[in-house]
C-alpha cells in the first residue's frame, strides 16, 4: 500500500487500508506466538512427564498438603478459621509387645544340642548336678535343592515250568510304564513344575535355571527346558478350555492387556509388537484368571471371548472394548484409577507457579481429590467389612453425590485447557468414559477399578523384563497357559509348585471333561497325592 519512496499516501481511504492490513498482520502474528507458546509449554509438559517417567519414581502417592497452609492457587478463598483440637481422654489399655513373628510349627525342627563337659556338670560339694530346664532358640536354615534319579523299575515274570504255552496270554508279563505327562521324558513331574514354577511364578529365565542346574552337575541344554515347557503345556491344554466355561460363569470379567515380543511369527518382522490379554472373573469365591496371546490388539480378541457373556465387563478407555456395548446382555464398567493417573500426570509436570501453569496444576489437584473422596468410601467399606449389599447402599449415599459433582467440574471445566494438553486430555478422556465410570454404584461386588486385572497381569509384566520376548508363537501359547494356571492357582491360595505337580501327575490319567474340571486350582483342590 505504500509508494515506493517510503512516504505514505495522504488518501485517507489509503492510509485506513494500509492501517486494517497492519492490525490484520499483527493480529496474525500474536496469534501464531500464542499457538507456538501453547505448543512449547504441552511439548516441554510431554518431555518433563516421561523424564519422570523413566527416572522417578513409578508411586502415584499424592503427598497431603500442611494442615493450616493456604492454597497458592486459590487466593482469593477465604482461610476457614482454625479450631482447637478437642481434648479426648484415651483410657489406658494393655499392648502387645512387638517382636519376631513365631516360625511356622510345620516345619521339620533339628536339634542341635549345646552342652556343658561332663566334668562340669559335678558340683563343688561332689554332687551330680541335676538338669533343671533348658533354653531355646530357633534359626532359619536353607537346605540346597538337590536332584535325583528316579529309577522305575518294572520286574518280569515268566514259568519256568511250561514256559508259558498253557497261557493264552503274554510269556512275559510286566507291570505297564506308569503315565507320564511328557511320554519317554526323563523329566519327572517333579522336575516339570519346578522349571514351569521358577519361570512362570518366580520370572526365573530358562538359560539362568539352565546355569542352577549345571551347578548341581546336571547339564541340560536350554532348547531341551524350552521343549519341555511347551510339551506340558499341550499337555494340559484341554485343562485351559474348562477354564474358559469358569471364567465365563460369574458375574464379572475384568480385562486388560500388555506388549509382548514374539520372534518367528509368521509374516512379521521380530521387532513387531504382539500382546498379552488377561481375563479376569469366575464366581467370586473361586476366581478364575486367563492369558490369551495375540499377535493384535484388535477388538475381535475381547470380543471372541466374551461374545454371548451376560455379565459386567471391565476395562479401561482402549478402542478395542467399546464394540463390547453393542451387546445387549454386556454391562461396561470404566476404570478410575486410568481417570486418576491422567490427571497424576498434570500433577507430576506442572510447577508451583501462578499463572497458567498454577492453575493447570490447581485444576489437577481438584479432580484428583475428588477421586480420593470416592476411595475414601471404598476404604470405609473395607474397615467395616460390610457385605455387598451394605457396600451398595453406601456408595448410593456417600459416592454417588460425589460422582455427580465430579461430572459437573468436569463439563464446566471442558475447555478450561488448551486442546492437546495434558489437562484437556485428562478432561476428555474423563468425560468419554464418564457414562462407564458410575457403573460400580450398581452392586456392591463391583469395583471402580480395574486393579484385579492389572494385579493378574503383573507377574506377566515382571517376568517379561527378565525373560525379555518368547521364542515362538508355540512358546508365547505355552507361556499363556502356565501363567493361566499358576495365576488361578495363586488367587486361590494354592502354592503353585505344589499344584503343578499335583496337576502333571493326574492329567494323564484324565479322560473326559469331568475329570479336567476336577483339576482346575480351587481352595479346596486336593493337594495330596492320594
Not at 27 to 36: C, E
Not at 428 to 449: F, I, S, T
Request: aromatic share 8%; proline share 8%.
Amino acid at each position: 500500500m505504500s509508494s515506493k519512496s517510503g512516504i505514505p499516501p495522504e488518501d485517507p481511504d489509503s492510509l485506513h487500508k494500509i492501517i486494517g492490513s497492519l492490525q490484520q498482520e499483527n493480529s496474525s502474528q500474536q496469534q501464531q506466538i500464542s499457538w507456538l507458546q501453547m505448543e512449547n509449554d504441552r511439548l516441554q509438559d510431554l518431555v518433563s512427564l516421561f523424564q519422570k517417567q523413566i527416572y522417578a519414581p513409578k508411586s502415584e502417592v499424592r503427598h497431603a498438603p500442611v494442615p493450616g497452609q493456604m492454597s497458592l492457587f486459590e487466593p482469593d478463598k477465604e482461610p476457614e478459621p482454625i479450631q482447637e483440637e478437642e481434648k479426648i481422654q484415651v483410657p489406658a489399655h494393655a499392648r502387645k509387645k512387638r517382636g519376631r513373628k513365631p516360625l511356622p510349627p510345620d516345619l521339620p525342627r533339628v536339634e542341635v544340642v549345646h552342652d556343658i563337659p561332663e566334668e562340669e556338670k559335678v558340683c563343688a560339694c561332689g554332687a551330680q548336678l541335676s538338669r533343671i530346664g533348658e533354653e531355646v532358640c530357633e534359626k532359619l536354615d536353607y537346605v540346597p535343592a538337590k536332584i535325583r534319579v528316579e529309577r522305575h523299575i518294572r520286574p518280569k515274570y515268566a514259568c519256568k515250568c511250561c514256559e508259558g504255552v498253557e497261557d493264552d496270554g503274554p510269556t512275559v508279563k510286566i507291570a505297564p510304564p506308569a503315565p507320564q505327562l511328557i511320554p519317554k521324558s526323563l523329566a519327572s513331574e517333579g522336575l516339570l513344575a519346578h522349571v514351569a514354577a521358577s519361570k512362570f511364578a518366580d520370572g526365573l529365565p530358562l538359560y539362568r535355571q539352565q546355569k542352577i542346574l549345571a551347578r548341581l552337575d546336571v547339564d541340560l541344554p536350554r532348547n531341551t527346558l524350552s521343549n519341555w515347557m511347551v510339551k506340558a503345556a499341550e499337555a494340559c491344554r484341554p485343562v485351559l478350555e474348562v477354564l474358559k466355561e469358569r471364567i465365563r460363569s460369574g458375574p464379572l470379567i475384568n480385562v486388560d492387556e500388555s506388549p509382548l515380543q514374539v520372534l518367528k511369527e509368521p509374516g512379521r518382522k521380530n521387532t513387531t509388537t504382539s500382546y498379552m490379554w488377561v481375563f479376569r472373573g469366575g464366581p467370586l469365591d473361586r476366581p478364575a484368571v486367563l492369558y490369551r496371546y495375540n499377535p493384535t490388539r484388535s477388538g475381535k480378541i475381547p470380543l471372541g471371548m466374551l461374545k454371548d457373556y451376560a455379565g459386567y465387563v471391565q476395562s479401561d478407555g482402549l478402542s478395542s472394548y467399546e464394540q463390547l456395548g453393542d451387546y445387549a446382555d454386556i454391562v461396561r464398567l470404566g476404570c478410575m484409577i486410568h481417570v486418576r493417573r491422567k490427571f497424576m500426570d498434570v500433577d507430576k509436570t506442572r510447577k508451583k507457579t501462578r499463572g497458567g501453569k498454577g492453575a493447570a496444576k490447581g485444576l489437577a489437584n481438584e479432580a484428583l481429590d475428588f477421586i480420593g473422596e470416592l476411595y475414601q468410601v471404598e476404604k470405609l467399606a473395607r474397615r467395616e467389612k460390610l457385605n455387598f449389599d451394605q457396600i451398595r447402599e453406601l456408595r448410593q449415599e456417600k459416592a454417588k453425590p460425589i460422582l455427580d459433582r465430579f461430572g459437573v467440574w468436569l463439563k464446566a471445566h471442558e475447555n478450561a485447557a488448551p486442546a492437546k494438553s495434558l489437562l484437556n486430555n485428562a478432561i476428555q478422556y474423563a468425560l468419554n468414559q464418564w457414562k462407564y465410570l458410575g457403573v460400580y454404584l450398581e452392586q456392591g461386588y463391583l469395583k471402580p477399578d480395574n486393579n484385579a486385572a492389572e494385579n493378574a497381569i503383573r507377574p506377566f509384566v515382571v517376568g517379561r523384563k527378565n525373560w525379555l520376548f518368547a521364542g515362538s508363537p508355540r512358546g508365547a501359547e505355552a507361556s499363556a497357559l502356565f501363567f493361566s494356571l499358576i495365576e488361578t492357582a495363586k488367587a486361590n491360595g494354592l502354592e503353585p509348585f505344589a499344584y503343578l505337580k499335583v496337576l502333571f501327575e493326574r492329567i494323564p490319567l484324565a479322560t473326559c471333561r469331568e475329570d479336567y474340571l476336577a483339576l482346575l486350582p480351587t481352595p479346596d483342590f486336593n493337594l495330596s497325592n492320594n
